[in-house]
């Protein structure tokens, strides 16, 4: 089966148990179970493959650029975790299936724990560093929604966001560390960086990456002084602590310094830190697991201890230790998900795990005890079970490593550890199952079902086959070591995996750890009590003060900045530009100007007058706002006469057009404000925003003269629209070819924008109407006296009489709008000014009943006529867009010119109309009021009616 | 002429961030249709100031307007008369609702956690 299939299947999984949710419990699980098997199949089909010694790669391009592609690999290493990952999760679901109680959202439990599986086969089988970024961080996010799958529960959901907060900061951490690596390897294929050894190991970029990588492996992988968000993801539902905690997800950690061990290792960077680490965990986390009154989180600091192991194992950078490393790596994964599914069973039928409350379970639950008799012998290092087998691979280890150079150390340590290891080992089992029966057990507790006994029963089978007959496993663990290894080691001659070795050191280390956890076991309570004494400080209280000091320093330092003040906000950004443009301004380079300065003359000059003289009165008067409507007229007519004279006719109509419908927006505004606008800002305030207002103003005077006289020092585009325009676009008018034709897709944007906006206007003013707002509106009286006929005889006549006129125009000037000034914009500004005329003139009543086209129709169909005219391009197969024209001859007319861009600036057209005039209605729609019907007569006197009216 | 046109660019700014600052809604709602008229004529005279001669081509006419920014700015106008669509219903609802129509609100600030006033 293809590797791009055995990652996707988990993924395309997903969506079949939250489908099937309905179908019952039970088809559920075996659909899901069937998804998980049949990737399982798939993978195996690749096992001939990877005997023969070939490497099965899947390539897909996806950002090359980048270096990002989705390139999958299989090899020793790869099959192994996604063997694990893909056989276990199948127990895992099978076991699940009858955990979960029936107040559970099976659907959704499983939808997640697909979503995992894929996420981690993703990781075992990229050969791109940075594809397995993405899946490194998928796994994050789908394993914060299983610890925090029992939403109801707070530890549920803390220990989810501790788990995402660690986990996520050490995803960060690693994705810094991958881009070093990718840039010192120069690729970000692994197949590439894993014959890079010595151009890595050279590179000044060597030690930070190493760091960054090891902190995303040491967060993943519960290492210390990271380990603590292990324990408190304990409480998640059974299923998924065995799945993720035991199995998968904080092996993943440990997968990658196995997959980098041939470039990373070998360093004393590497054994220093890894090492160190490793050892550190081993023993910490096994001296915290004994006192652990919880089973799971026993068996949590119990993983957290045997990760310590394996990562201990990896830093020492022998051949030896890394084929000891994967052995436990399968060891550790067989027993350790054999015993959390037994802690499950111990809560599921005891509905306690507090060990202080069991005890005396072994006549009641044979079948249990007996599968957890096994498991557990096997983690303490009892011989005849796998964990001895590399346990002693260890210690071995440990007896010829040296740190620091203090002889001994290492083998006290790791003597240590194996000792703590094997007294939570036989606490687990002899005050859970054997002492005296009890009878104050929350739920009288017995066997539970064979489905739930049979995934961990499964699993000790393995550990007691590999631990009688060490050697059946062995190829499998060479074949998965020397992936590991790759170029840079070999598996050391006459390595054998086997019960006995002789007398060796590790065995008296051994001997050692199994007595010593037996005698501290039986010296519990002092031990305990000892230990109590020692008030180890606990590390959630440490995250916690952490987290509670950012979110504090982050809430003040917002809180400061952003106090709820607009006039504050906006002149700091006016501030921050200020000193920024002044900055530029001082240090940079003037250039001299090189454009001639042009003539004034009178007219232009009576123009300034008039726009200064406006400006200056609107500051000063504004509080009349009335007024101040006056004269924001003004000079938008100047504007537009200034775009007149300086050649651009398109400019100058648009923007009187607007104008138009700004002054007649803000009028309708205008009429629900107040008139006046209080004086409140003290002089003080005042005389401060002036100086600011009047440095702005005078820096952008000097800017504008400079880019005025100067120009730009690198030649712009604009010829290349001159020279083409014409050739390519078949319009005349530059301008108006640049905006439907060149920069289509820009228009696009903008009309959808702008038709948006008016639904926007039409949606808040609905809410307004409908809401408290509304009630009050209809109850308004207005502050002004009415005038004494509502629509003026003389008006409604005169805007009925040139409508047609009025419209006639805007045809003209939309088809003439490709080679002379016009264009959809501009025509679509002058319908709508058409149309608005006649509501103001006749009345909302009378125009509305006259409307029959929903202004929203008018905005949907112009984009989507716009759009189609785009698509029509795509069937003469060209891009999105692409605008083609021809030339017509129907007599009698002459010949004229027929372009598609006609078609888009139909739908620039209709957007503009619509948007201009659903805005407009909707503010028209609050100044109905009830105690004053409109007449849907358009007249005050209707001709029509004689003299009554 | 390029003095005229760019002492109005910084008259329209200054005028329009004197009125940007002000407490009120509707001062400020100018003062932003203000500044946009100074952004907008600020681009348009990026291409350089020409008279008499629109970018529309003419047999035999070799010099034309700069076409790049009065294209650039005559969306920008359009989209301009939405924006000042949008602030002014915005405001106008936050007046018909609140009864008020100051720009700025810095009472304390409600914890949505606890319910009560909090720093």
Redesign the interface.
């Known amino acids: 089966m293809s590797l791009f299939l055995i990652v996707l299947l988990p993924f395309l999984g997903a969506l079949v148990p939250g489908v099937l949710n309905g179908a019952g419990r039970r088809v559920c699980a075996f659909a899901t179970l069937g998804v998980t098997v049949t990737a399982f199949v798939g993978l195996l089909s690749n096992l001939p493959a990877l005997m023969a010694g070939e490497t099965p790669v899947a390539q897909m391009a996806w950002m090359p650029d980048l270096g990002l592609n989705a390139t999958l690999m299989l090899d020793g290493l790869g099959f192994f975790f996604a063997a694990l990952i893909l056989g276990i999760g199948g127990l895992i679901i099978v076991y699940a299936r009858y955990y979960l109680s029936r107040d559970d959202d099976m659907g959704e439990f499983f939808t997640y724990l697909l979503l995992f599986q894929g996420a981690m086969v993703g990781i075992v089988l990229s050969d791109n560093i940075l594809f397995l970024l993405v899946f490194w961080e998928l796994t994050s996010l789908s394993s914060f929604l299983l610890i925090g799958y029992w939403k109801h529960l707070p530890e549920g959901r803390q220990g989810a966001r501790m788990a995402l907060t660690v986990t996520g900061m050490g995803g960060l951490a690693l994705i810094g560390g991958m881009l070093l690596l990718g840039r010192a390897a120069g690729s970000y294929e692994l197949s590439v960086i894993l014959e890079s050894r010595e151009a890595i190991q050279a590179s000044p970029l060597y030690l930070p990456a190493l760091i960054l990588i090891l902190v995303g492996c040491f967060t993943k992988s519960a290492q210390f002084p990271f380990h603590f968000w292990l324990p408190h993801a304990m409480a998640a539902p059974t299923p998924v602590s065995a799945y993720l905690h035991s199995a998968t997800m904080v092996k993943a950690g440990i997968f990658l310094m196995a997959r980098l061990w041939p470039v990373l290792s070998g360093t004393p960077e590497w054994f220093w830190i890894v090492t160190t680490a490793g050892l550190l965990t081993m023993v910490i986390g096994a001296a915290i697991a004994i006192f652990k009154h919880d089973l799971k989180a026993l068996l949590a600091f119990s993983t957290v201890s045997h990760l310590g192991l394996i990562t201990f194992l990896l830093g020492t950078g022998s051949a030896y230790a890394a084929v000891a490393a994967v052995f436990h790596i399968l060891n550790h994964a067989t027993f350790k998900a054999a015993l959390f599914m037994t802690a499950g069973i111990v809560d599921h039928e005891a509905h306690t795990r507090d060990i202080r409350k069991l005890g005396g379970l072994r006549r009641l639950m044979p079948v249990t005890f007996g599968i957890a008799l096994v498991a557990s012998l096997s983690m303490a290092g009892i011989p005849l079970f796998n964990g001895f087998l590399s346990k002693e691979m260890m210690l071995e280890e440990a007896a010829h490593t040296t740190l620091f150079g203090i002889p001994l150390l290492v083998p006290v340590l790791a003597t240590l550890g194996a000792l703590f290891s094997a007294a939570y080992s036989f606490r687990f089992i002899v005050h859970t199952f054997l002492g005296p029966e009890r009878d104050d057990y929350p739920s009288h507790p017995h066997d539970p079902g064979f489905g739930m006994w049979l995934p961990p029963a499964l699993l000790c089978g393995l550990v007691i086959a590999i631990g009688l007959v060490p050697f059946l496993a062995e190829p499998g663990v060479f074949f998965v070591a020397r992936a590991v290894l790759g170029e840079t080691a070999t598996i050391p001659e006459g390595l054998h995996l086997s019960i006995w070795h002789g007398l060796t050191p590790a065995l008296m280390m051994s001997v050692i750890a199994v007595l010593g956890g037996a005698i501290l076991l039986w010296l519990f309570r002092p031990a305990s009590a000892a230990w109590r004494a020692l008030h180890v400080p606990a590390a959630k209280g440490i995250f916690d003060a952490i987290v509670a000091a950012a979110v504090a320093g982050a809430g003040a330092l917002v809180h400061r900045l952003h106090d709820g003040s607009f006039s504050r906000y906006a002149g700091i950004f006016a501030l921050a530009v200020l000193g920024l443009a002044g900055h530029g301004w001082l240090t940079g380079e003037v250039a001299t100007p090189t454009r001639a300065a042009t003539p004034m003359n009178a007219v232009a000059a009576a123009g300034w007058l008039m726009l200064a003289a406006a400006t200056g009165a609107i500051v000063l008067l504004h509080r009349n706002r009335l007024f101040a409507l006056v004269l924001v007229g003004i000079i938008g007519t100047i504007v537009s006469l200034g775009f007149a004279v300086f050649s651009a006719p398109d400019l100058a109509m648009t923007q009187i057009s607007v104008e138009v419908v700004t002054v007649i927006l803000l009028l309708l505004a205008l009429n629900f404000l107040p008139n006046e606008t209080p004086r409140e800002s003290s002089g003080f305030r005042r005389a401060r925003d002036a100086v600011l207002a009047l440095v702005a103003g005078g820096l952008t005077f000097g800017l504008s003269h400079h880019l005025l006289r100067t120009g730009f020092s690198e030649p712009t585009i604009s010829d290349y629209f001159l020279d083409n325009s014409y050739a390519g676009g078949g319009g005349t008018n530059v301008v108006n070819v640049i905006l439907v034709d060149f920069r289509g897709f820009d228009t696009f944007g903008e009309i959808t924008v702008l038709g948006i906006a008016a639904l926007v206007i039409f949606a808040l003013t609905e809410s307004l109407i409908r809401g408290a707002v509304g009630a009050k509106l209809r109850a308004r009286r207005p502050d002004k006296d009415l005038a004494g006929d509502m629509h003026p005889m003389m008006m409604v006549v005169l805007t009925r009489v040139i409508m047609p006129v009025v419209l006639l125009v805007g045809v003209y000037i939309f088809l003439r709008g490709h080679n002379e000034p016009g264009g959809g914009f501009i025509a679509g500004l002058i319908v709508a000014v058409a149309v608005v005329m006649q509501y103001m003139a006749s009345g909302y009543y009378w125009a509305e009943a006259r409307q029959r086209t929903p202004y929203h129709a008018i905005i949907g169909a112009g984009v989507l006529i716009a759009a189609a005219t785009g698509i029509g391009a795509w069937f003469t197969g060209h891009p999105f867009l692409t605008s083609s024209f021809t030339y017509l001859k129907i007599p009698p007319l002459e010949e004229f010119e027929v372009a598609s861009a006609l078609g888009f600036d139909l739908g620039v057209f209709l957007t503009v109309v619509g948007s201009v005039l659903l805005s407009l209605e909707s503010f028209a729609r609050m100044a109905r009021r009830a105690d004053k019907k409109d007449s849907d007569h358009a007249m005050d006197i209707d001709p029509s009616r004689g003299e009554k009216g | 002429?390029?003095?005229?046109?760019?002492?109005?660019?910084?008259?329209?700014?200054?005028?329009g961030?004197?009125?940007?600052?002000?407490?009120?809604?509707?001062?400020?709602?100018?003062g932003t249709?203000?500044l946009t008229?100074?952004v907008?004529?600020?681009l348009?005279?990026?291409?350089?100031?020409?008279?008499?001669?629109?970018?529309?081509?003419?047999d035999g006419v070799e010099t034309?307007?700069?076409?790049?920014p009065?294209?650039l700015?005559?969306?920008a106008?359009?989209?301009?008369?939405?924006?000042?669509?949008?602030v002014?219903?915005?405001?106008?609802?936050a007046?018909?609702?609140a009864g008020e129509?100051r720009?700025?609100?810095?009472?304390p600030?409600v914890d949505p956690a606890r319910g009560e006033p909090g720093?």
Request: proline share 5%; hydrophobic share 55%; no cysteine.
């Open positions: 002429m390029e003095l005229l046109v760019s002492s109005a660019i910084g008259i329209l700014t200054a005028a961030l004197y009125l940007v600052l002000r407490l009120r809604t509707f001062p400020v709602i100018v249709a203000l008229y100074a907008n004529v600020f348009f005279a990026s291409g350089g100031l020409t008279t008499g001669a629109p970018p529309i081509l003419r034309y307007a700069d076409p790049l009065q294209a700015v005559l969306t106008i359009v989209i301009s008369f939405g924006m000042t669509a949008v002014v219903v915005i405001a106008l609802g007046y018909l609702g129509d720009m700025n609100d810095t009472r600030r720093e």
